[in-house]
């Protein structure tokens, strides 16, 4: 009991250290780099006011899907956080959420409450869960050309709710770590620091 102890102060000790260097190493490369405002509201609605707004036709979803995507666009240069999209396919998606809706036969918006609660919402989900026809590497090398041939279960949910997937996000190998690097992908960085992972 004392020896298990006594392991688990080292590794702790170990971690801090390690964690200490690359802080170190994160702050003497440089000034964070900073991200670009958020300039659409759209982007800090959340799911379900997203979903209610594109029920009620105040929104349509291909407007929501293409805030994401420009946003997406405008900050991966910076951190880094996207492996695979699926761009053109979600908007092609929302592009018929917005025509069921437009149609004589377009279910009430309390039907669709209940019955696709997350309808014509984007969503992105982790590289080591499974989307058909997309990568699927969990960060690691040797999956580089792996690609799913159908959903993971997750993803079957938020697709029979009504959520439209756009891309992928970076993991760590496996997703064994608290931060997203791998020798695949490289890191991402933290949003809120950029020296920081």
């Known amino acids: 009991m004392q020896t298990r102890q006594i392991l688990n102060v080292f590794h702790r000790l170990l971690e801090l250290v390690v964690r200490g260097i690359f802080l170190l ?4 490369s440089g000034p964070a780099e900073a991200q670009p405002p ?52 979600a908007l092609e998606e929302a592009r018929k959420c917005d025509q069921l809706l437009k149609s004589q036969d ?5 039907l669709l409450a209940k019955e696709k ?6 969503f992105t989900t982790k590289d080591c869960i499974a ?14 050309n792996i690609v799913a041939n159908r959903d993971a279960e997750a993803i079957k949910l938020m697709r029979s709710a009504g959520a439209i997937p756009l ?17 695949l992908f490289g890191t991402t960085k ?8």
């Open 25 to 28: 190493v994160a702050y003497i």
């Open 38 to 89: 958020i300039k659409d509201l759209t982007l800090l609605h959340s799911a379900t006011t997203l979903a209610l707004k594109i029920r009620n036709k105040q929104l349509t979803s291909e407007e929501v899907v293409s805030s994401y995507i420009e946003r997406i666009k405008e900050i991966q240069p910076i951190l880094n956080c996207i492996v695979a999209d699926r761009f053109a396919e």
């Open 106 to 110: 377009a279910p009430s918006a309390d």
């Open 117 to 122: 609660p997350l309808f014509g919402v984007p």
């Open 131 to 144: 989307m058909a026809n997309m990568q699927h590497t969990a960060g690691l090398v040797i999956r580089k």
């Open 167 to 183: 891309a992928l996000t970076n993991v760590s190998e496996l997703a064994m770590w608290w931060e997203s690097s791998n020798c």
């Open 190 to 197: 933290n949003p809120y620091n950029t020296r920081v992972f």
